[in-house]
Structures are given as C-alpha cells and as structure tokens.
C-alpha cells in the first residue's frame, strides 16, 4: 500500500470528510476524492459510505484505519530512528507503556538507564495493556511495560516490581477510619471500610475488584469507572470520591489534601513488568535495554 495514500486516508476519517480533510491538507478536493477512490479500488472494498456533509466508515474502513496509524507509526517511528542514527545517536527504543506504571517506570528504571547509555533516544506509546500488546505482535514497539493480569503467550516477561492496590481520596472520607500513617501494613483498612464511598475505579481492575466484592458479599457504590489511573487519581484530588487504584499510582496525588491507605490483603497485589517479542530481533539498543531490566 501507497504510505502518502494511507495518509490521506488517516486524514480524511479525522477530519470526518473528503472536503475538509483537503482544506487541512492543503489540496483541492477532486484529486483527494481520485486518490481515495483508487485506494478502494487497490484494496477491492468499500471504506466508507460519503454522505453529504460526512463520511461513514464501513467495517473494513474501520480495520484499515487502525492498521493505516499502526503503519504511518512505524514509518516515521523508522524514519526517526535512522535520522538519530545518521546525527550520531547510539540508538533508538520504542516503548510501549501503561499510564498507572508511568512515573515509577521513569524514576526507577529509564532514568538510570539514560544515565548509562545517554545517547539513545526513545519513542514512548501510552495506552491500555491489549492495545499495546497487539502492537507489539505487530512490531510497532519494541517494548510494552504493563500489569498484570494480562495473556503472556508469544512473549517473554521481565518482572519489575509487585506492589499492593489502595485507596485514595480527600481526607473527609477517611475520617472515621482513624487513619494513621498511609501505606503501613497496621493501617490496611478491610474492604467494608469502603461501603457508601463514592468510588472511582480504574477500569482495568474493575473485573477483579467486582469478583472479590461479590465474595466477601460487599457492595461498593461505583461513582466513575474510568480507562486511566491518571484520571482515576485526579479525580480524587479534587474531591469527588475515592480512587482504587495500584500504590505507585499515588505520585499523581495531592498529599496535602488527600489520604492514601493500603486495602486488606483481599484483593491481589499488582505486578509491573516489561514485555518483548520472542520472536523478534532486538536492535543493539534494545537489547541494552533489555539486558538492563533483566538484571532487576
């Protein structure tokens, strides 16, 4: 496939028409709507349906258009890689990663690991664990980090760090729970502790957390139900309710106006970890990297 004509395509869906994609791309309509066309008829199907004022994207437009940025992705990602190559860059690693192991990622592995080898640069993806997953088995990335629970098979797995889940929120939750220190074992507040809070849950915990709920025969009251620990924390900073979320997800919080207390041993602890291809060579700069995470 044609990149510039995946291009246009791209542009076209965000755009949501033929005629503004051309405006944002600086071109005359007809030629954009030729180039389409001529994708279609590459392709033999239907990518979208054109309607007056906007496109409707046809199940195998939908399919080409999350291939079509997976593709561009590793073109440029490529094309980078050798203009940091060709300016004396020792290498380049693309890095998938999930938003709760951010922080903790940076500080205690990749900031070391720039401190040894200066002169690689990077490329960082942030998504949930099964998107960055499938761009791994697609080659877009070298790297994903990720929690778990998530399905190993095809890759190899290198444990960081396994850490416990909490809860987060201003301090007039936690009030009558005589709160001590945050995070000393003594402190672990049962489940229960929780019923009546407004809780705001990281989506990706939330099939877990219903399961141990359901056997403890505990009802929580689900406030927001969300697809990033970021947004999971923020939103207790502001008062809204409490966030269950893994413990290093706490660096986002507001430590003067929030509490952070670890929850019983009921639910699972959560574990970090870094995930390759089997199968795939590694660059020399990868490899370093990989060999870096592996001595932990």
Request: proline content about 5%; some cysteine.
């Amino acid at each position: 496939m044609d990149l510039k004509q995946l291009a246009y395509f791209v542009a076209v869906v965000d755009a949501g028409s033929i005629s503004a994609a051309a405006k944002n791309l600086h071109l005359s309509q007809p030629p954009l709507s030729k180039q389409m066309k001529q994708l279609e008829a590459d392709l033999n199907c239907i990518l979208f349906q054109r309607g007056a004022r906007h496109i409707e994207l046809t199940e195998a437009g939908r399919t080409l258009y999350e291939r079509a940025l997976s593709i561009l992705a590793l073109s440029r990602s490529t094309r980078e890689m050798l203009y940091a190559l060709s300016r004396g860059k020792s290498g380049h690693i693309r890095i998938g990663i999930v938003s709760s192991a951010a922080d903790v990622f940076l500080k205690k592995w990749l900031k070391p690991f720039h401190r040894s080898y200066p002169d690689i640069a990077y490329e960082l993806f942030e998504a949930n664990t099964f998107q960055l997953l499938e761009k791994l088995e697609e080659g877009a990335l070298d790297f994903a980090v990720v929690r778990t629970p998530f399905p190993a098979t095809g890759f190899a797995t290198v444990p960081l760090m396994t850490e416990p889940i909490i809860a987060l929120g201003h301090h007039r939750f936690f009030e009558q729970t005589d709160a001590k220190s945050p995070l000393s074992s003594e402190d672990a507040l049962p489940l229960s502790a929780l019923c009546g809070m407004p809780i705001i849950l990281y989506r990706r915990w939330e099939a877990v957390i219903r399961s141990e709920l359901s056997k403890a025969q505990i009802d929580w009251q689900f406030f927001c139900i969300n697809d990033d620990a970021r947004t999971t924390v923020l939103w207790a900073n502001e008062g809204l309710g409490v966030a269950i979320v893994p413990a290093s997800a706490a660096s986002y919080s507001d430590p003067v106006q929030t509490t952070t207390r670890l929850l019983d041993g009921a639910l699972p602890k959560s574990t970090i970890s870094v995930v390759y291809s089997k199968t795939a060579a590694l660059s020399e700069a990868a490899s370093k990297f990989s060999t870096f995470v592996g001595a932990f």
